[in-house]
């Protein structure tokens, strides 16, 4: 860690300085934060203005202290990395978190709904419940078009629509929905993922109604004036054909 680079650097997505500890909220905030986004280094003892001004009393006292409060504030568990760094005659407290495979972290004392934090720019923003729900399946290693649809069935992907898309290809077989993640099962039940019914749903406006294209011709290069345009609501896969003879 090298201090006189960080201490040149602005604040920002993965660092931040901090005057002490006396306000513990923002500080686990800010941990949660890097935890939760892409990791980053809290200085403790530097003002905003770089000064390096030292932690006060006994250094060892304010890195436990502050390994006491984020045991007690943050779940699921979170164990920085913290060290005492010597600048001439005073003491940094530098906290460095990675970005955790248990995220999302949240306070305690907010809960998960109300507690996530994430990293914006070199402020903290609480998460909404979309975003949480993204952070779990991030670090799960699921994508959105991978999520069960519970409230539909196999029968609601359109494998008629799917072996034309796949003929120049090879013959499917109804099998291959569930290889092609175009179905999953959940519980001994085979339902449409969210790329399976974007892709080839027969209700595809039933769950995704904003799931549509529209193409536009404008006057000119400023893109202001509109003459014509066209809605296109066809399946996603032959979307693309209707799109080239739009133009």
Known sequence: MKLNHLLQS????????????????NIMKTLIAFANTAGGIMLIGVEDNHTVIGVPGNPLDEEERLSNMIADAIAPRLIPNIELIPSNDLTLLAVEVF????????????????????RLGSTNRQADVPLVEELKRTVAGKGFDELPLMEADAADIDFQLLTEAFKTVRRLAKNDM????????????????????????????????????????????EKVDIFDHIDINVPLPMAVNEIMMAS
């Open 10 to 25: 602005q604040e920002g997505k993965r660092l931040e300085f901090k005057r002490d500890i006396s306000s513990p909220v």
């Open 99 to 118: 970005p955790s495979q248990l995220r999302p972290h949240y306070l305690k004392q907010k809960g998960e709904q109300q507690g996530v934090f994430i």
């Open 178 to 221: 569930e290889k092609l993640r175009l179905l999953t099962r959940v519980q001994g039940k085979l339902v449409p993922t969210v790329g399976g019914m974007l892709l080839f749903g027969k209700r595809r406006d039933h769950f995704f109604p904003d799931a549509w294209i529209q193409c536009g011709r404008f006057i000119g290069t």
